[in-house]
């Protein structure tokens, strides 16, 4: 029972870190501080989705699974959840590369208007002081 729990709360984890990849940049708009985090663990996802790794979580997930006497699957997280909701005939890995550009694109557009905002604000002038 535990075991199973784990390997719940291992896909839970999983697709967290998947929409903070996804949506992270957002986050980053509120608080550049957060790019610390989101930078890394979006170069990670473009890696592991463009190279065709699997990810470290799905076979941590997979090997508790089998501990709860549970079935496995073969293939990665994406493989195994996403597809099933957005491509029902299965990922190819075209379309597998083309779903890190995405992600690259769109981290790209939101930090691009993140620096774009940044510069606009450092380059207007400073009011004046106020006058005693």
Same mark, same amino acid.
């Given at each position: 029972?535990?075991?199973?729990? !784990? =390997?719940? /709360? #291992?896909? $839970?984890?999983?697709?967290?870190? %998947?929409?903070?990849?996804?949506?992270?940049?957002?986050?980053? *708009?509120?608080?550049?501080?957060?790019?610390?985090?989101?930078?890394?663990? !979006? =170069?990670? /996802? #473009?890696? $592991?989705?463009?190279?065709?790794? %699997?990810?470290?979580?799905?076979?941590?997930?997979?090997?508790? *699974?089998?501990?709860?006497?549970?079935?496995?699957?073969?293939?990665?997280?994406?493989?195994?959840? #996403?597809?099933?909701?957005?491509?029902?005939?299965?990922?190819?890995?075209?379309?597998?590369?083309?779903?890190?550009?995405?992600?690259?694109?769109?981290?790209?557009?939101?930090?691009?208007?993140?620096?774009?905002?940044?510069?606009?604000?450092?380059?207007?002038?400073?009011?004046?002081?106020?006058?005693?």
């Amino acid at each position: 029972m535990i075991a199973g729990l !784990a =390997a719940d /709360a #291992v896909l $839970v984890l999983h697709g967290l870190f %998947i929409l903070f990849v996804l949506l992270g940049g957002l986050w980053v *708009r509120r608080r550049p501080r957060a790019a610390w985090l989101h930078l890394p663990a !979006a =170069a990670w /996802a #473009v890696w $592991v989705t463009s190279t065709g790794w %699997i990810c470290p979580l799905t076979p941590l997930e997979n090997a508790l *699974r089998h501990q709860a006497g549970q079935v496995g699957y073969s293939g990665g997280f994406i493989d195994h959840y #996403v597809t099933a909701l957005i491509y029902p005939e299965g990922l190819t890995r075209p379309v597998q590369v083309a779903l890190g550009g995405v992600v690259v694109l769109l981290n790209l557009a939101v930090y691009g208007s993140l620096l774009a905002s940044r510069r606009r604000r450092t380059r207007s002038p400073a009011p004046p002081p106020a006058s005693r």
